[in-house]
């Protein structure tokens, strides 16, 4: 299966993706915890049904020693143990926050709160941005049908 656009071979996409990547390597380098950002950009990416960024975090995060077991159950977290309360509440956000569309009214109050018990105002922004940068690059990913399986641990960074 071959993508149906080159968005690095469109002048106009190409300087877009320049500032997009930009963007995430910023997100990378904030306080956010990165096993709590992998997990959240596996989620959202599940839930958008993005082959070629569920594929890009579950690899950086198992080559950055993630566990099979959490990256597995990430799809059911809700019901698994083997998350800390801290990384809970960013799913949770993480979902709110992706399934807009869905009429669920955004991001409930319980949900902010949640999150602000664990997360100080700078990872609170690093983990909004997360989320809205993810379900840019999911978007921009399944429009194109970008193929997933080839992706390489740290291929982008």
């Known amino acids: 299966m071959d993508a149906r ?5 469109s ?3 190409g300087k877009a993706f320049k500032h997009l990547m930009s963007a995430g390597k910023a997100i990378k380098e904030s306080a956010l915890p990165a096993a709590t950002q992998e997990l959240v950009a596996l989620r959202v990416s599940q839930i958008n049904g993005c082959a070629f960024c569920i594929d890009m975090h579950t690899k950086d995060a198992a080559a950055a020693g993630e566990t099979s077991v959490r990256l597995h159950l990430v799809a059911a977290w809700r019901e698994a143990t083997v998350f800390t309360e801290a990384e809970r509440a960013a799913l949770e956000l993480a979902e709110q926050g992706t399934r807009i569309a869905d009429g669920a009214g955004g991001v409930t109050d319980e949900a902010w709160a949640d999150a602000a018990k664990h997360y100080d105002e700078e990872q609170l922004n690093a983990l909004v941005v997360l989320v809205s940068f993810m379900n840019t690059a999911n978007r921009l990913n399944v429009i ?12 982008f960074h």
């Open 5 to 9: 656009l080159n968005y690095f071979a």
């Open 11 to 13: 002048p106009t996409a």
């Open 144 to 155: 194109a049908q970008q193929p997933a399986g080839g992706y390489e641990p740290g291929q």
